[in-house]
């Protein structure tokens, strides 16, 4: 990566001129217009060694050898105590070269083992909007973790043995609907019925309750209309799942953490863990050095019904079990927080897997202009379905010719506009649902995106010469300041692998595509001399294979034509 590299050096710079620290920094200049990298240690080194900046800046600077002049094109010292770093044209071309293989010049980490939780629809409740930002940020997270060189395990977590499954057996009962006449539109229809029914009938909603619980007691009437349900509503989920590109290695879900509740019950009883409480079984989590009120986990009812938080348990009994993983995350609705940190600390305190290892990645809301999660006019979340056709309904709406695109690329960009909109907000945070603005191809958008990716094509495929293997020479400033944002992709690569943030790539790519943008509305590659069109071949051919690498990692596939 470039920086660790600059850092070498300018702490061999540091070295020759007689200063020692551990850790040497240098950033990506907040000025362009004066440096390409910065480093401020000389603060540090000032009070270490009890020197003015000055007297450290022109010391470094008498020490600039052979080889760092052929790194750097110009060390400067700037007051109050920066070092301004501006790299040799050769230098850039260079690591232009590092860049240029399947990875992106990122070494490989040592490898581990990830589990990832993320999707987690509910069975039998149509899929909406927000379902929509966990598959895709834990989409892009899975397949950033696995760009680093890790094994990923991506398990969707069903929500299949909940009150839902209660309500609709209720209402086929009812109806007198038999087990093989259950299809997606009778589920779409009888689920919000029983539920909006049970809103204003108590009594109603305990009836529910009991079939579910009859369900996981295993009941053989309710055993069997669950199994049609789940068969019908998760073959309805994969053709969304397909749409949107988001793949899971295990389709498990609540009920498949049922035969493990008993014994890590049993555990939770054996380390003293749990309590009685009116006849429920609790497991107090709180710590002396909470800031805030942290209740206990709900294990079992006083009814002997499990919960939310027991499945959850025991699903991570299941999965260090069956599969030793070395980390698991979760992609989960922020308001869930409380949740995890209830089950993680339980996991931790019964030595089932270390607090440590469990991440809890929360996503905002989607929101309407409102700023109240979003819906359509007639008040209800939109069904992904209806927001695909919504999509594509805007996006054809901007331009006529766009009505006559092959339906597989009109696919491609339905995809690119919803995930780009997603994907460059940062999870953790709400955003405003605005379908307008996401599928204009001029702005921060997926459309802007593609469209730079599928004109370098173009530029690409008209020039008639053989595009040279490595670059020696700059042409501009704008040829430069593209090459230099390159250099940046590895880096770019491993924040967003550190933190489990698919934003910084999303952000680095727009900010690619605006200098790309500038870089040919200056440069007129197709007229240009040979050499020059050579040495831009290499840089847009580059320049592409890291677009399209970084696309993949935002699960964007790009259309053949725009
Ligand atoms: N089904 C849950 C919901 O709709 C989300 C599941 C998240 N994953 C988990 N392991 N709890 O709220």
């Known amino acids: 990566m470039i920086t660790q590299k600059l850092e070498k050096y300018v702490k061999k710079l540091f070295l020759t001129s007689g200063y020692n620290i551990d850790k040497v920094t240098v950033n990506v200049s907040n000025r362009l217009d004066l440096c390409d990298y910065q480093c401020n240690d000389i603060f540090k080194l ?13 010391n470094l600077l008498s ?22 770093l501006t790299l040799s044209d050769e230098f850039i071309n260079e690591n232009l070269e590092v860049i240029n293989n399947e990875n992106l010049g990122l070494k490989k980490e040592i490898k581990e083992k990830f589990i990832i939780d993320y999707g987690g629809p509910n069975v039998a409740k149509p899929l909406h909007v927000g379902h929509m930002r966990t598959a895709i940020v ?50 779409n229809r009888i689920y919000p019925k029983i539920s909006n029914l049970c809103k204003e009938d108590e009594k109603l909603k305990t009836c529910c309750a009991l079939i579910t619980k009859k369900l996981q007691d295993n009941d053989s009437k309710y055993q069997k209309y669950w ?30 953490a049922y035969p493990y509740l008993k014994q890590v019950e049993e555990i939770l009883q054996k380390k003293s863990l749990c309590q009685e409480s009116q006849g429920a079984l609790i497991v107090d989590v709180k710590k002396d050095t909470d800031t805030k009120e942290i209740p206990p986990l709900l294990y079992k009812k006083s009814n002997g019904a499990y919960l939310y938080a027991s499945t959850d348990l025991a699903t991570i009994f299941d999965r260090v079990n069956k599969y030793h993983p070395d980390h698991i995350l979760y992609v989960v609705d922020n308001r869930q927080e409380l949740h995890f940190e209830q089950v993680f600390r339980a996991a931790d305190l019964a030595d089932i897997y270390p607090y440590n290892n469990l991440e809890f990645l929360g996503y905002g809301t989607v929101n309407g202009t409102d700023n109240k999660p979003y819906k359509t006019r007639d008040g209800n979340a939109p069904s992904l379905q209806e927001l695909f056709e919504e999509t594509k309904k805007i996006f054809i709406s901007k331009k006529t010719s766009n009505e006559h695109m092959a339906q597989e690329d009109i696919d491609k960009i339905v995809n690119a506009i919803l995930k780009f909109a997603d994907l460059q907000n940062s999870r953790e945070k709400d955003y405003v649902f605005d379908l ?36 020696n020479k700059i042409y501009n400033d704008i040829d430069r300041k593209l090459r230099l944002k390159i250099l940046e992709v590895p880096e770019v690569i491993n924040n967003a692998y550190k933190a489990r943030k698919p934003v910084f790539i999303a952000d680095y790519i727009y900010n690619l595509c605006v200098l790309a943008n500038s870089f040919y509305q200056t440069n007129h590659v197709s007229t240009a001399s040979i050499d020059k069109q050579q040495n831009w071949g290499y840089v847009l051919q580059l320049l592409n294979r890291v677009i399209k690498q970084l696309l993949n990692l935002l699960v964007i596939d790009i259309p053949s034509k725009m």
């Not at 989409?139 to 929500?159: Q, T, W």
């Open 436 to 471: 307008n603005k996401f599928s204009d191809v001029i702005g921060k958008t997926g459309p802007y995106i593609l469209y730079t990716y599928v004109r370098i094509n173009k530029i690409l495929k008209n020039l008639n010469i053989d595009v040279i293997k490595s670059s």
């Open 138 to 187: 834990g989409e892009s997270i899975k397949r950033i973790i696995k760009f680093m060189g890790h094994e990923v395990i991506a398990d969707i977590h069903l929500g299949d043995y909940g009150l839902q499954i209660g309500q609709v057996i209720y209402g086929l009962e009812e109806e007198n609907i038999s087990i093989n006449d259950i299809n997606i539109d009778t589920l």
């Open 46 to 58: 000032s009070k270490i060694y009890h020197q003015a900046p000055q007297v450290i800046g022109s």
């Open 63 to 84: 020490n600039v050898d052979e080889e760092l002049k052929k790194v750097f094109s110009k060390i400067e010292f700037v007051l109050p105590g920066f070092i301004n």
């Open 227 to 256: 199994k049609k349900i789940l068969e019908v509503s998760v073959s309805d989920m994969k053709k969304l799942y397909d749409y949107l590109d988001v793949h899971f290695d295990l389709w498990n879900g609540e009920s498949d």
